[in-house]
DNA sequence: AGAAATATAGACTATTCAGTCAATTTAGAT
DNA sequence: ATCTAAATTGACTGAATAGTCTATATTTCT
C-alpha cells in the first residue's frame, strides 16, 4: 500500500474513533508509521485530507451500489436495492460510517459537496421519476433523497445497536417499507 | 441577565456560527463582556459548559412542548403537535438547531445522555401506546422516536433552506404525512 | 460591623498542534 | 552513469487555547 493510502487508512479510523477534531495530524502519521512530513506533502491541511477521504468514502459506496442494481427492476425494486446496498455498506463499514456521520455535520459540509457526489445525483434521478410517475409525493427531489439517506442513518445506527438483526433480511425489508411508506404517495 | 446566563447566551451563538471546536472558551467570555476567570468559575470544563448548554436548550423545547398538548387529542393529532412544536421551535431558533446539530454528532453526546432527556420520554410514552394498540409499524420504541426525530432535522433543514415555505401550515401538515406514514402500519 | 463565602478580574502557563523547512534518499529518464 | 524530479524524513516553530492562580470586590450571614 502507498504511504498516500496508508494515511487515509489511519485516517478513518483515527478520526472515527475521536473525531477529526480530536486526532492531531501528528498521530495520524505516526500510527501510520511514515514521517509528518510526507502528510503535509499529499494533504497539504488538514481541512484536505479530510475532504479526500469522505471523497474517497462516497465514491467506494457508489462503486458498490452500482454492482447491485439490475435492469428490469421496478423503481420499488431499485430504491430498494439503493437502500440496502446503502445499509449493508456502512454496516460493513463502521469506520466510514462514523466518520461519514461527523463529516456531514461539521462546518466543512454544503450544498456544493453534497451535489458532486455521484452517489447523490444517481438517487436523484431514480426520485424524479418516481415524482414525474406519481409515485411518490410531491416534494423537491433533493430533499426526498435527503429524507431516505437520514433514515439509512438511523437504520444503520439502530442495526449497529442490535447485532442480533444484522443478519435478519425480513427484518431489513420492513425497515425498508419506513423509508417507502415516507416517500411514496 | 447573570454572567452565568450571559455566557451561555454567548456560547449558544458563537457555538452555532464555528461550531464548539473552533470558537475558543477565552472568545465566548470577552463577547459576553465578561472576564475568562469567571467562565471557568461557572463551568468547570469547556465540556461541562457544552453539556449545560445542550441541557438548557433541551429543557426550553421540553416547556414549550409542553404548552402545546390538549387533551383529548387523537394519537395523530397529539403526535403531530409533538412534531410542529418540535419544528417551529427550532425554525425559530436556528442557534440552538445548529448547536443541537453538532452537539448530537459529536464524542460528547451517548444514549445516557439521550434517555435523560424530558423530551424523549414524553415521546417515548406517546409511541409506546401507538404500538401497543397496533396503529404503528412493531419496532422499538425508542428507535421509533429516533425515527421521527431525524425527520424532524432534515425537515427543519429543509424549511430554513425555503423560507418562503415557512408559513405555509397546508404545506407543514403534507411534511407531517412523509413521517406518520413511516411509522404508521 | 465584621467575618465568611461567593463572584469577578485578568495576567499567566503549559501544552498541543498545524504546518514549515532544509537535508537526505529513492526512482526515473536520457 | 549522471542528472533531475519526486518522495521522505524529523526536528522545529509560532500561534492558539484550556485551564490556573492570585488578588480584589461584592454579597450574605450573624
Known sequence: MSKRELLMK????????SGFYGTPTALVAKEAGVSNGILFHYFPTKEILVK??????KDRIFNYSMTQIYNGATLKESI??????SVEWNLEHPEDF?????FENSPYYDEEVERAQRYVQMNLELIEQGIDQGIFKHFNPLFVVRILTSLVETTVKHLNKNQTLNEDFEYKSRLF?????????
Request: hydrophobic share 55%; glycine share 0%.
Open 10 to 17: 489511519t485516517a478513518r479510523k483515527l478520526f472515527a474513533e
Open 98 to 102: 462514523e466518520f461519514m456521520l461527523q
Open 52 to 57: 479526500s477521504l469522505y471523497q474517497d468514502i
Open 177 to 185: 417499507e419506513m423509508a417507502w411508506d415516507a416517500i411514496k404517495k
Open 80 to 85: 430498494y436495492t439503493l437502500w440496502l446496498a
